[in-house]
């Protein structure tokens, strides 16, 4: 069966340190991948999309990388601030036409000072 | 730009009700969307269009109607509420293309007892 699956449902780190969290799928095979951050009580909020064929991407303290052959994502946030506290969702492009999107169930960072 | 908006913030309903959870984009947006989330759960899919008048299903529609009559509005409509569609409702758009991200609307929060 399809399945989309986040490292944990919660993960604490100390301030300044680098986060990584992780999306892994079986039985997909997506163009893309997105991650979202969402703060409570609000709506996602679009944060990096890397292809298929990509490899890594960076935004300022932001870095994604795909491997298709391990079916996997690994979202970082180096340099980790209390405000980077949120709910992180990935999200696969499951179609060529970007009308089907499947995300996963989020991993709830906290960032200790 | 207001961006996608919402209404209502928070609704209850007993069951057996009907409702209407409205959806308006201003971004000119081809696609919009329209998922339910649950607590520690991901964003399940509940029925998308990909332009005026053109709509179908998603992951879990059954309980549930849309209609786009116009680019802009895209009604979300609950027939006969359940105890099991409580949850948090999403509205997004997106511009046409395979890759384009999806802008979230603030959510509707929906408690049917």
């Known amino acids: 069966s399809q399945k989309i699956e986040q490292n944990s449902e919660a993960l604490n780190i100390q301030e300044g340190k680098t986060a990584t969290l992780t999306c892994n799928y079986t039985?997909?095979?997506?163009?893309?991948l997105q991650w979202y951050r969402q703060d409570p009580g609000r709506g996602p909020v679009f944060l990096l999309l890397i292809r298929e064929n990509e490899k890594e991407k960076r935004k300022e303290r932001l870095k994604v990388t795909f491997d298709t052959t391990l079916k996997q994502s690994l979202f970082h946030i180096t340099a980790s601030q209390p405000a980077d506290s949120a709910t992180y969702l990935c999200?696969?492009?499951?179609?060529?036409?970007?009308?089907?999107?499947?995300f996963g169930p989020g991993t709830r960072l906290s960032v200790l000072p | 730009n207001a961006g996608v908006t919402q209404t209502p913030k928070f609704r209850i309903l007993k069951i057996g009700q009907s409702m209407t959870l409205q959806c308006t984009q201003d971004?000119?947006?081809?696609?919009m969307y329209w998922y339910r989330q649950d607590p520690g759960m991901g964003l399940k899919l509940i029925y998308y269009s990909v332009g005026a008048g053109i709509t179908d299903k998603g992951e879990v529609p059954n309980g549930y109607n849309v209609s786009r009559s116009t680019t802009e509005d895209f009604p979300l409509r609950l027939e006969l509420a359940a105890p099991s569609q409580t949850s948090v409702y999403f509205c997004a758009s997106r511009t046409r293309g395979a890759e384009g991200t999806q802008y979230f609307g603030p959510g509707t929060r929906l408690l049917v007892l």
């Open positions: 999200a696969l492009g499951v179609d060529n036409y970007g009308q089907n999107f499947v």
């Open positions: 039985n997909y095979s997506p163009a893309y």
């Open positions: 971004m000119n947006h081809n696609y």
